[in-house]
């Protein structure tokens, strides 16, 4: 499949709707709790269309979104955290949402930005970091993560990312947030 990346602020509010609707079915599965309904998808679609934030779709072609990403300015605009990043569930594993985070890095890039940072989630227990106290020995068990199920944190490190921290409970006692990092 062809796809072309294309800023959302472009784009018009029918296609803002079909992503806030990608967003909600794309977390529903593993973080439902992240945009349990359209409407919250909706809000988060909007925030990501301030002035300041970058917010890029991948386009098919029939002009279908098929996957989006968020940038948010961090640090007076010296980092951009990315969030949130989704693809359609059948166009997965296809480099939609590499060519995604590569443009996104180059918006970053251009707005002046020396870094991206990411918090990916696990509440599910698709890590060794999940299910489990980490305390006090954290950065062992960083350092020893294990992917059980798919977890994104591979995906990001095959895009250079690394990872730079975690929040143990973040979502809950084992439920933590792994924090991630580029520079550009």
């Known amino acids: 499949m062809t796809?072309?990346?294309r800023d959302m602020h472009t784009l018009t509010m029918d296609s803002h709707e079909q992503a806030a609707h990608l967003l909600h079915a794309g977390f529903a599965e593993h973080w439902p709790d992240a945009w349990p309904d359209v409407d919250s998808a909706m809000e988060e679609v909007l925030s990501?269309?301030?002035?300041?934030c970058i917010c890029l779709a991948a386009l098919d072609e029939e002009g279908e979104i098929v996957g989006w990403i968020g940038g948010l300015p961090e640090y007076d605009g010296h980092v951009?955290?990315?969030?949130?990043?989704?693809?359609?569930?059948?166009q997965r594993g296809q480099g939609i949402g590499?060519?995604?985070?590569?443009?996104?890095?180059d918006h970053a890039r251009q707005a002046g930005a020396n870094a991206i940072m990411l918090g990916t989630d696990d509440q599910n227990e698709m890590t060794s970091l999940s299910g489990v106290n980490l305390y006090p020995n954290v950065w062992e068990h960083i350092s020893n993560i294990q992917n059980y199920k798919n977890?994104?944190?591979?995906?990001?490190?095959?895009l250079g990312y690394t990872i730079v921290g975690v929040i143990p409970d973040a979502n809950g006692p084992g439920k933590p947030d792994?924090?991630?990092?580029?520079?550009?």
């Open 151 to 158: 977890h994104p944190y591979s995906f990001y490190q095959k």
């Open 3 to 5: 796809v072309v990346i």
């Open 98 to 105: 590499r060519l995604l985070v590569l443009a996104l890095e």
């Open 48 to 52: 990501l269309l301030e002035e300041d």
């Open 80 to 90: 951009f955290e990315l969030h949130p990043l989704v693809v359609q569930s059948d």
């Open 178 to 184: 792994i924090l991630m990092a580029k520079s550009l």
